[in-house]
């Protein structure tokens, strides 16, 4: 079994800070502690740098279909630009077609990724409707496949969106077997009215998409699933929470000791409103949903995340390209929603967050790694530095200066939202299970390396 040295590192996890070496051997933690002198296969001196566990990108959509579309990144160049941006291990959506088994949907999902993804991965199973079959098939995955999170989207009629008795269903049925409900909380309903009547009065430009789809709409359909999670006894797990108003419920159900978590993306810690304006047709690389909010949504969501209100930093990678997103060109609504982001997750929130003082380092780490691997069940296997964790670690240099720009990102989209910002910190060496993946800036991954992880029971439920 090979084995690795990482020395003279500053190793920081959620809870600790401290200088330490770390021994490698067949892929795990073996030894931390001062000095270590063993002889080993690959030696990393990691001095001046520090040492943290490989990020945990919990949601993505690689390979995704959307319509006509595919989402630009398959699972070779998803997780081998998330692995550039010092991200170890992520977890996408298999979606079942209408009417497909989600056993059937797992194992499309299972061999999209096989012989193709460079890190680990894992999947949260989209549910589109919620019969007796789904609930036998949900207690099935989350018992034997380890899929142990469902997704429920309460927007996009006609597409994915379900209504409020299958949404209580899954709820139910996730409660019963363990597993942990995520929700996209939009009023879907009130959208498509919203869209309709921008169209009809001529308003087609991308800042449409963002007029039609007020925080109002995130707020109320956050309130609405906490409500009925609080009814069904379950957990829940929001995802890309955008604005103050929806944050506010999250806070508020918190203190009042209902386990419901919530994440929020970069995009919305570091675009906003105004960026649909920019000249020409650039607004439409901006087209996601939720889509951008004003400076105010930012800063309550930094508050957020630095109080604990926020636990987890994603990114909701869904990247088109630009002529992709061109289809939308007359009309807004048929702009393919979402954007590029597994690489630059890392890097953005240590530069914005840790080196502009809105987080330290170890809430970086809580928020990046180990609040997803806890609340996803993949603690303490990652998600943290300690003996007989698996050696996914990050190399993080804390100056390092880059320009982020399509030129040099590694994601399969010919565009960068954050075009021209320079962010400092950023990984020098990534490791997965003990193994040199990205060397100061040089590919040493191959596809297939990165295995399906079976996920137990995360934290977030009660039982
Ligand atoms: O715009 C987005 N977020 N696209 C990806 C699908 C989703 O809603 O998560
Ligand atoms: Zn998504």
Redesign the pocket.
């Known amino acids: 079994m090979p084995t690795a040295l990482v020395r003279n590192g500053r190793v920081v996890t959620a809870s600790e800070s401290y200088d330490a070496d770390l021994y490698i051997d067949g892929g795990k933690i073996a030894l931390v502690g001062r000095g270590l002198s063993l002889p080993a296969d690959t030696v990393i001196d990691a001095s001046g740098a520090l040492v943290v566990p490989g990020g945990i990108d919990v949601?993505t959509?690689l390979d995704m279909p959307a319509g006509e579309l595919t989402s630009a990144d398959d699972f070779e160049t998803g997780t081998r630009a998330a692995a550039f941006g010092g991200t170890t291990t992520v977890i996408d959506f298999a979606t079942p077609e209408p009417g497909q088994s989600l056993l059937a949907a797992l194992d499309t999902w299972r061999r999209k990724a096989e012989g193709q993804a460079v890190v680990d991965y894992g999947f949260h199973m989209a549910l589109r409707e919620v019969g007796e079959t789904t609930l036998a098939e949900m207690a099935r995955l989350t018992r034997d496949e380890g899929v142990t999170s469902f997704k429920l989207?309460l927007?996009?009629p006609g597409v994915l969106q379900v209504d409020d008795a299958a949404f209580f269903r899954a709820l139910l049925g996730a409660r019963e077997c363990g597993a942990l409900p995520l929700v996209?909380a939009e009023n879907g309903g009130v959208i498509d009215v919203l869209v309709k009547r921008a169209l009809a009065r001529g308003e087609t430009a991308p800042r449409h998409h963002a007029l039609t789809r007020p925080p109002e709409t995130e707020a109320e359909a956050t309130a609405r699933a906490i409500a009925m999670a609080g009814m069904a006894g379950a957990s829940l797990y929001v995802?890309?929470l955008s604005c103050a108003a929806a944050l506010a419920h999250v806070t508020s159900a918190r203190d009042r000791g209902l386990p419901v978590h919530a994440e929020t993306c970069p995009q919305y810690l570091f675009l906003s409103i105004a960026d649909y304006d920019r000249p020409g047709f650039d607004g439409e690389q901006y087209?996601?949903?939720?889509p951008l909010r004003e400076a105010a949504d930012q800063e309550a969501l930094w508050r957020g995340l630095a109080g604990g209100d926020l636990q987890v930093v994603a990114t909701?990678h869904?990247p088109f390209t630009l002529a992709d997103k061109a289809r939308g060109r007359d009309d807004f609504s048929k702009i393919p929603?979402?954007?590029p982001g597994i690489e630059t997750r890392m890097t953005l929130l240590w530069d914005g967050g840790v080196r502009a003082g809105r987080i330290d380092a170890q809430r970086f780490v809580e928020l990046t790694s180990a609040a997803p691997a806890r609340i996803f069940g993949l603690w303490p296997r990652k998600g943290t530095i300690a003996v007989g964790s698996d050696a996914d670690l990050v190399v993080w240099d804390p100056e390092r200066e880059t320009r982020l720009s399509v030129e040099t990102l590694h994601m399969r989209v010919d565009y960068s939202p954050y075009e021209g910002r320079v962010v400092r910190g950023g990984p020098a060496v990534v490791m997965s299970r003990g193994e040199v993946i990205v060397d100061r800036g040089e590919w040493k991954g191959r596809p297939g390396r990165g295995q399906f992880l079976k996920r137990s029971h995360g934290a977030a439920h009660p039982a």
Request: charge should be negative.
């Open positions: 949601h959509h989207y927007a996009y996209h995802v890309h087209v996601m949903s939720p909701d869904c929603n979402g954007a």
